[in-house]
């Protein structure tokens, strides 16, 4: 054994050194907590105002985020904002430095031995909140900067229609929209605000009384749909399309004809198909209308469908299927939800969609509640699928789009095209978490953040029938 060597220290000099030692613990921990701790040594660190274009941002100083809603016009790129700190404390980046704002920007304020992190976002508004003509709301998309809108009714005069519009703050348009309008060709129109102005084109069009378009679901009637996510898809697809129709699978079984262009099963209420749906009469109805030229619409879990309608061999229907319900659930404060459709960015069903860059789109936003419904293909691990190519060898489909991060469509199928080889007949399915159309309270009964990006939902729904009716 080596000889050790004791030195004695006196009582003061032992104490002293405790405490510096504790001290610099305590800063360590501070550090540790990602600086969001409201803990500090006589240093404040929390930044005390933020502001950009005079708009003063939320902040949250638990959570280390300030938050801006930002009014039409104002740009999110190139921005210096004012920012108030305490006495000795420095930022980064710095005062007096220009940032985007198109992704949030992590800001850290540091003063003495402490720092505190700050996560900033910003969202502009649209400039247009809503629009109707004749009381038939209108579809608006501000990434092709278009308004759609579907009469509702019949008889119309489209040269003699009154139009409503409702505009977000200090936005203006160069049309009167108080007197009635002609509508027989498309209308244009410029909005402005904070100096910026863009031009959106309207255009109204009467349903299409020779081919009609059915809502599928369990419930006898559309009025007794009773799962919120499907009622908020009925209420959606029955105010765009004047064509639209309800039918139940009962409905099917018990003899109705399925004399229409495009059906659409959305299934939120429960992983498992139910039994009328699998009853040999609906599915030999429906399997008989898909091969005769008709297009199908499958939603959420009702992706489990295409394997009992021979639209998929056996066994390779979706196999990664999950998803929370009620009471449960959870919201994602760091993260939107989206996908990737890089290598189909041409196909018809994502035109006009709101994208974050070429080829991905959002679609739940960050603070929304959610029970991420999923009934997808999971393709490099498991079902022997290994890629993209390998599930298009096995199931016959087309994989068009998958999770936001898979620039290659090689990892999760999240929307898939099954056309018939022998007929017009086609297919989509809809199977990704954040295809969700209605945000429920949590588990406290605290009201849902709104979801941002339902335009994309509804855009890509409404891709997706005017695809299969033959009108993209």
């Not at 400039?127 to 019949?154: R, Y």
Request: include cysteine; charged fraction near 20%; glycine fraction near 10%.
């Amino acid at each position: 054994m080596r000889n050790m060597r004791i030195t004695k220290m006196p009582i003061s000099r032992f104490f002293i050194g405790l405490l510096s030692c504790c001290v610099f613990f305590l800063m360590s921990c501070d550090k540790e907590d990602d600086g969001n701790s409201d803990f500090n040594l006589d240093q404040p660190v929390q930044v005390t105002t933020f502001n950009i274009e005079g708009v003063q941002g939320t902040i949250d100083q638990n959570a280390g985020t300030i938050v801006f809603q930002l009014p039409y016009g104002i740009s999110v790129n190139n921005i210096i904002p004012e920012i108030s700190l305490p006495a000795g404390a420095t930022i980064n980046p710095g005062l007096n430095e220009a940032i985007s704002l198109a992704q949030p920007v992590t800001y850290t304020v540091v003063n003495g031995n402490l720092y505190k992190d700050y996560t900033v976002s910003a969202k502009v508004n649209k400039p247009i909140s809503s629009f109707s003509v004749n009381g038939s709301p209108g579809s608006i998309n501000d990434n092709t900067n278009s308004i759609s809108v579907t009469l509702q009714g019949e008889d119309f005069d489209v040269s003699n229609l009154q139009a409503e519009i409702s505009l977000t703050e200090g936005v203006s348009t160069d049309l009167d929209f108080t007197s009635p309008m002609d509508f027989s060709e498309p209308v244009s129109f410029t909005v402005t605000g904070q100096g910026n102005s863009e031009t959106y084109t309207i255009n109204v069009s009467t349903p299409n009384n020779g081919s009609k378009i059915a809502f599928l679901g369990i419930a006898a009637t559309r009025s007794e749909i009773t799962n919120p996510d499907e009622k908020a898809a009925s209420d959606w697809f029955f105010s765009t399309y004047g064509n639209a129709e309800y039918i139940s699978f009962q409905d099917i079984k018990d003899g109705a004809q399925l004399d229409y262009s495009v059906i659409w099963w959305h299934n939120d209420s429960s992983m498992e198909l139910p039994g009328i749906a699998l009853d040999n009469i609906v599915l030999e109805k429906l399997k008989t209308y898909y091969s005769n030229g008709g297009g199908i619409l499958l939603s959420t879990f009702a992706a489990r469908y295409v394997e009992a309608l021979d639209l998929v061999p056996d066994g390779k229907g979706p196999n990664n299927v999950f998803g929370d319900f009620l009471p449960n659930g959870f919201v994602d404060e760091n993260n939107s939800w989206g996908i990737s459709f890089k290598t189909r960015t041409e196909h018809p069903i994502f035109q006009g969609l709101e994208t974050f860059e070429e080829g991905k789109a959002k679609f739940l936003e960050k603070g929304t509640f959610r029970l991420n419904h999923t009934a997808w293909w999971f393709l490099p691990e498991w079902g022997g699928y290994g890629n993209g190519e390998g599930w298009r060898e096995q199931t016959g489909g087309i994989n068009l789009a998958s999770e936001d991060w898979d620039n290659t469509l090689d990892g999760r199928v999240a929307i898939a095209e099954f056309p018939s080889e022998s007929s017009e007949g086609n297919a989509i399915v809809i199977a990704f978490g954040a295809y969700d159309w209605y945000n429920e309270t949590n588990p406290d009964g605290v009201p849902s953040a709104p979801n941002g990006f339902l335009s994309n939902i509804q855009q890509l729904t409404r891709n997706s029938i005017d695809y299969l009716e033959g009108d993209e």
